[in-house]
């Protein structure tokens, strides 16, 4: 009978409609789960995972091959057509800084001939190439340097008066603005108050010894000179407007107040980038070459600049500052080629028995 066959279906198409409604629910929450966890895990590049890494054994960095570096967005994303113009004008200024404000700069004269992207590659873009990831998250910031907060034009102006041993710009100028527009700009995928994964430098473990200059020099010779040359004044373009090769001592380098002029940035910087072409991914230099030749580099002549006002705070002096006075009683020497382990140590006891002292202090008043 029709009817009863109606009414035998009945209870069936409950059944489905209910089994439909359970493998619906199902299938959305497998759904939702899948797009959070890509959200969570694909959708953040600037995730600063590299803290970890840099902890970890040459093993356990292969194993987590998978680090998600950051990458700086593109410019041709940008639809305001007058920030795209302001942002591409910055990242020129970046790559061809003396083009505009070098010795026979267009714009002003006020710095070596050096380029920002000489030391920040790819214009600041390439990883642990000291690239720009992390400015506009993490400044305005305090630096023990200066021992005060810093907006990105006063980074940006200590970089103009060491790395380009030259003159601060006037931070309203069109110049500035263009080039804190462009740091900022490529800083917009890294949330505020975070550091993006692979920007600075990546770490390079300390020597047992001192770095040699004079085994800094064979390294030099043969990996080094034929670009900057035998008295590392580099290469000029055939305008002399600008270096090919850029000049690593002498009068047209950076200063002694320079971040490159520390030991540990230099040798960090030559390690992962140098010779041209080299990357994090596959260095040319052993750790005791990258060293030496920093030794080599920083023991040459160059511009001097007095920096006596910096590290007001001398305990937060990094150990591998060559300029005195210390909190400590190594010789400055040592400060500036090592072995920096031993005032590692002295450091650490240091902090451990102010630690203590705190810790005897609280049980005494409890
Ligand atoms: C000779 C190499 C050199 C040149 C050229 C140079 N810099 Fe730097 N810069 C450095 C080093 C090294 C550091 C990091 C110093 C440190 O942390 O001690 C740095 C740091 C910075 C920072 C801060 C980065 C951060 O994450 O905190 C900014 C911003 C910056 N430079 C901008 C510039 C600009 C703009 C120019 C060009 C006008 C420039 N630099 C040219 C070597 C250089
Ligand atoms: C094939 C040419 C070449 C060789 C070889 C080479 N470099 Fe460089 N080096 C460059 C170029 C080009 C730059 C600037 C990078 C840029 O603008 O993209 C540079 C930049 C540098 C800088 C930062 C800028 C400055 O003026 O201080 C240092 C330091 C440096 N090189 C050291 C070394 C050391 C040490 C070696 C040898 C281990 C070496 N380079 C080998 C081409 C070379």
């Not at 409609?17 to 759904?31: E, H, P, Q």
Request: proline residues 5%; hydrophobic residues 35%.
């Amino acid at each position: 009978m029709p009817d009863n066959l109606d009414e035998d279906k009945m209870p069936q198409g409950i059944m489905s409609v209910k089994n439909k409604v359970i493998l619906l629910t199902g299938v959305l929450v497998v759904a939702i789960t899948a797009v959070l966890f890509f959200l969570e895990y694909s959708g953040q590049p600037a995730k600063p995972r590299e803290k970890s890494i840099d902890t970890l054994t040459t093993n356990e960095v292969t194993k987590k091959a998978d680090v998600v570096y950051w990458i700086a967005p593109a410019i041709s994303t940008i639809t305001d057509a007058k920030q795209k113009q302001q942002v591409q004008y910055g990242k020129e200024l970046i790559v061809h800084t003396a083009k505009y404000l070098g010795p026979h700069g267009a714009v002003l004269k006020i710095s070596n001939g050096l380029n920002c992207q000489n030391c920040h590659l790819q214009a600041g873009t390439a990883i642990f190439a000291n690239n720009y990831g992390s400015v506009a998250s993490l400044y305005p910031k305090f630096r023990a340097r200066s021992g005060a907060v810093e907006n990105i034009y006063k980074r940006v102006n200590d970089c103009f008066e060491r790395s380009l041993n030259g003159k601060a710009i006037d931070t309203a100028g069109k110049e500035m603005q263009a080039i804190a527009a462009y740091i900022n700009f490529i800083g917009t995928n890294v949330k505020k108050g975070e550091k993006a994964a692979g920007s600075g430098f990546k770490e390079l473990g300390y020597l047992n010894r001192a770095a040699d200059p004079a085994k800094g020099l064979t390294v030099y010779t043969a990996k080094c000179k034929s670009c900057h040359q035998a008295n590392g004044e580099g290469v000029y373009t055939a305008d002399k407007i600008e270096f090919i090769y850029p000049a690593l001592w002498g009068k047209n380098s950076f200063n002694d107040g320079a971040g490159l002029y520390r030991l540990s940035n230099i040798a960090k910087y030559v390690k992962y980038n140098m010779p041209q072409g080299t990357t994090y991914q596959n260095p040319q230099l052993s750790d005791e070459e990258a060293w030496d030749v920093a030794a080599f580099i920083t023991t040459q002549k160059r511009p001097h600049i007095s920096v006596s006002e910096d590290w007001p705070d001398k305990s937060k002096k990094p150990v591998d500052n060559p300029f005195g006075p210390y909190a400590d009683n190594f010789p400055a020497k040592q400060h500036k080629l090592g072995p920096f382990k031993p005032i590692v140590e002295e450091l650490e006891k240091k902090e451990d028995t102010a630690k203590n002292k705190t810790a005897s202090a609280m049980t005494k008043k409890n």
